[in-house]
């Protein structure tokens, strides 16, 4: 459905040697099952909620229904070596909300301005299929995330208590200005300079 549209800003090389492309949701699972060891804690080590497999096969007509809305499914890639070494997926929660489901990146490729680059890209590419509004949640201590976000121009918005994840903040990105206006009248905020609006680059 968004494929044009799509194609205006990925694939695209984030930082030298480094790719983001959209991919199918079979080819993300495999990456995610591949790396998620080496990138997150496993979360029943955490003490998180999991589900009895039994029970898994009762959400299938809900999964079903949940398939069929918009999501986005992307790799990154040292193409240097050939390698993979992270993912990005994401759905839309609403009409006009886009939810940022899960970022990986291996720990030897961190700090290089990787998630910076994807995150612009992919907030400049929502706009153009028309979201008003991004979320996404973090763990409470994931600061390098929470700072990225935030020097993004997302706002803290809520904080979760998930029997499935844990602690979470709720962060949300307002693409147009008067979006970003209406949220500090409602909250009687003091004004801040709005983020830089994400383009396109050529």
Do not use: C
Not at 32 to 60: Q, S, V, Y
Not at 108 to 128: K, N, P, S, W
Request: charged residues 25%; without cysteine.
């Amino acid at each position: 459905m968004f494929e044009t549209k799509r194609e205006l800003f990925f694939p695209v090389e984030l930082v030298p040697g480094i790719t983001a492309r959209p991919v199918q949701p079979d080819e993300l699972w495999a990456v995610f099952g591949a790396l998620e060891g080496e990138i997150f804690a496993p979360f029943g080590t955490l003490g998180a909620f999991e589900m009895p497999d039994e029970r898994w096969k009762n959400l299938n007509p809900l999964r079903e229904v949940y398939s069929s809305t918009h999501h986005e499914w992307f790799v990154f890639t040292d193409t240097t070596e050939s390698k993979n070494i992270g993912w990005a997926y994401g759905s839309m929660r609403d009409s006009m909300t886009f939810f940022m489901t899960s970022t990986g990146i291996l720990p030897a490729y961190r700090r290089r301005g990787i998630y910076g680059a994807f995150l612009g890209r992919l907030l400049a590419y929502l706009e153009i299929l028309g979201y008003e509004r991004v979320i996404s949640t973090h763990q409470t201590n994931n600061r390098a995330v929470l700072i990225a976000k935030l020097k993004a121009g997302f706002n803290i918005t809520a904080v979760n208590l998930d029997e499935r994840w844990g602690a979470q903040v709720e962060l949300t990105y307002l693409i147009h200005d008067d979006r970003w206006r209406g949220y500090e009248r409602a909250f009687s905020l003091q004004s801040w300079d709005l983020p830089p609006q994400k383009q396109p680059e050529s």
